[in-house]
């Protein structure tokens, strides 16, 4: 069973449109993060919330945003889509520090396309 | 200097080899050491976890710190077609708040031959 969700799997979005990638979880972590994936390069952390808190990392373009409506839910925003900006967007959960295990779970990501 | 180093391979060994993948990093504050499978189009997933420096086994998976040389190693036993992935290395540092995101490598792509 799927743990975190992403939706949609692929997104094609025009140059300059506002596009929206939404990110769900079963495991009730209280810590969301979203990577940028660029083919054939590591993951890159944008952004993450731990419970409420919003952590924007410095390198992250004003153009990306989030929004974390609850524990279950996060989105991630992309105001005005570049040629740029075309990645796999993955999202990932953990618990809170204090438990052994700090792996992440991630979801299967969401292939962007800016056309 | 990039703060995590992993050759991107592709490296391609026939069916039953051991294979060794490798990090190496820069930052001596990272304490927890992770290795991640990613199939072509999905997430990563996590394959082993290790705090500090040490050994750690899991069925045919070995994970391998070295905190001295600042050198991270995942060995596969009897490797199987179906180990045909990108391995990713990821790191992070201990903080306080915990909620710190992983570092991680570039990725090898290993390819298992039959």
């Known amino acids: 069973d799927a743990m975190v969700i992403q939706n949609p799997r692929y997104q094609v979005t025009q140059f300059g449109k506002p596009v929206t990638l939404s990110c769900s979880q079963t495991l009730n972590h209280n810590v969301m993060y979203w990577y940028q994936q660029k083919s054939s390069q590591a993951p890159k952390l944008l952004f993450h919330?731990?419970?409420?808190?919003?952590?924007n990392e410095a390198d992250t373009p004003d153009n990306f945003q989030s929004r974390r409506p609850n524990t279950s839910f996060c989105f991630l925003d992309i105001r005005s889509p570049g040629l740029g900006d075309a990645a796999m967007y993955l999202c990932?959960?953990?618990?809170?520090?204090?438990?052994?295990?700090?792996?992440?779970?991630f979801g299967s990501g969401t292939r962007l396309t800016v056309v | 200097q990039k703060e995590v180093e992993q050759d991107p391979g592709p490296l391609s060994v026939p069916e039953g080899a051991i294979v060794s993948l490798n990090c190496t990093y820069s930052n001596s504050a990272f304490q927890y050491f992770m290795w991640y499978r990613q199939y072509s189009r999905k997430g990563p997933e996590l394959l082993m976890y290790t705090y500090s420096s040490g050994n750690k086994e899991d069925g045919r998976f070995t994970a391998q710190v070295d905190k001295s040389s600042k050198y991270i190693s995942l060995f596969i036993r009897d490797s199987q077609p179906s180990d045909s992935a990108t391995y990713l290395c990821a790191m992070r540092a201990y903080s306080g708040g915990g909620a710190d995101g992983l570092t991680f490598g570039k990725g090898t792509h290993l390819i298992i031959q039959p």
């Open positions: 919330y731990y419970d409420k808190d919003f952590n």
């Open positions: 990932a959960t953990s618990r809170d520090r204090g438990g052994a295990n700090y792996g992440y779970t």
